[in-house]
Nanobody, 124 residues
Framework: QVQLVESGGGLVQAGESLKLSCAAS????????MGWFRQAPGKEREFVAA????????YYRDSVKGRFTASRDNAKNTVYLEMNSLKPEDTAVYYC?????????????????WGQGTQVTVSS
């Protein structure tokens, strides 16, 4: 059974940082493009970041470029999202995802696995 378990969310002030982790089990992480989506209250779920199987390529939505960094450690079966210079508009539940699709398609392509989400709240 595949599980993606996020951790590291919390309440921070604008300008501060958080690092999310996603612990994967039940799959061979290196076979999957991994990524992060988020959903704010009353809004649709949106793509945040994706990282290729060996971590060589990353993709980000425009609003987080230069502030967020996706990384992965396949040996530890863990994916990370480092978030700096957080803004109130980054407030959302963040979901870790895994996909067999090409990394470049993760933003609008099929997602095979979802985590349960972790809440990130940024106060102004």
């Amino acid at each position: 059974q595949v599980q993606l378990v996020e951790s590291g969310g919390g309440l921070v002030q604008a300008g501060e940082s958080l690092k999310l982790s996603c612990a994967a089990s039940g799959l061979t992480l290196s076979q999957y493009a991994m990524g992060w989506f988020r959903q704010a209250p009353g809004k649709e779920r949106e793509f945040v970041a994706a990282i290729s199987r060996l971590g060589r390529n990353t993709y980000y939505r425009d609003s987080v470029k230069g502030r967020f960094t996706a990384s992965r450690d396949n040996a530890k079966n863990t994916v990370y999202l480092e978030m700096n210079s957080l803004k109130p508009e980054d407030t959302a539940v963040y979901y870790c995802v895994g996909s067999v699709a090409p990394t470049s398609r993760l933003s609008d392509g099929p997602v095979d696995y979802w985590g349960q989400g972790t809440q990130v709240t940024v106060s102004s």
